[in-house]
């Protein structure tokens, strides 16, 4: 795995304005979000807004049909590059509804609702608490799932993808990793995240997401 070590601490704003261009780049791609992070890399300087750039640059590139597909495909689809957090740490087990509710009551105590269209846990979502709500709890967020987003960092440059770099500006906010979170990456990525057949209360998401399609296949199976 590559070994990524993260940069001094920058100043909050310098930090902020990072997880929300990252927040934009990593969400699904569309003219407005691509607008706001070219916006923001104006205000961003050093190796992030480098790696932000190179990411910005190469989706663009790709056209929107194509990044749209490109999304779907490393994103939805792909389970060594998911975002949802909790489902590195706790897996498709009972324990990932209890630490989806931890994203939930961070949120809270910081006087904001959780997010209504999407999981507390994805990482777009956090990025955008850490840089727009309140920076203290969303770097604490972060850095507790620093293992996970270093996982996805690694499936995503391995494949080329062009959210590699966007990832890479992200785990550089972050404090110094350290050899056993090396090891702990190298274990969850040769591993996966932990198993068990069981329903999630509150939370029933499936990564990656259940088609329709492919579950009336399977009923019919």
């Known amino acids: 795995m590559m070994r990524l070590l993260g940069r001094p ?4 704003l310098t930090d ?3 997880w929300q261009c990252a927040s934009l780049l990593l969400s699904y791609p569309d003219d407005a979000s691509l607008d706001a992070a070219a916006r923001l ?3 961003i300087d050093d190796e992030a807004a480098q790696q932000l750039s190179v990411a910005l640059t190469a989706v663009r590139g790709l056209g929107a049909m194509a990044a749209a597909q490109a999304y779907v495909a490393t994103f939805d689809l792909g389970r060594r590059t998911t975002m949802y957090l909790t489902y590195w740490t706790a ?5 990932r509804g209890q630490a989806m509710l931890e994203f939930t009551a961070a949120y809270q105590a910081a006087g904001v609702a959780p997010p209504a269209g999407e999981a507390p846990d994805h990482l777009p979502v956090v990025l955008e608490f850490a ?3 309140d920076a203290e709890i969303g770097r604490r967020l972060l850095t507790g799932h620093r293992v996970p987003i270093s996982v996805v960092h690694d499936a995503l440059r391995a494949a080329g993808s062009p959210y590699a770099p966007v990832v890479a500006a992200v785990l550089a906010t972050l404090p110094k990793t350290t050899e056993e979170d090396l090891r ?4 969850l990525a040769d591993a996966g995240p932990p198993a068990e057949a ?3 209360q509150p939370f029933t998401l499936t990564v990656p997401p259940r088609r329709a399609e492919s579950a009336r296949k399977g009923s019919l199976a």
């Open 184 to 187: 702990r990456a190298q274990r």
């Open 198 to 200: 069981v329903g999630l």
């Open 41 to 43: 890399l104006e205000h």
């Open 16 to 18: 902020r304005l990072v």
């Open 91 to 95: 897996g498709e087990t009972r324990n």
């Open 131 to 133: 840089a727009t709500v």
């Open 9 to 12: 601490r920058a100043p909050a």
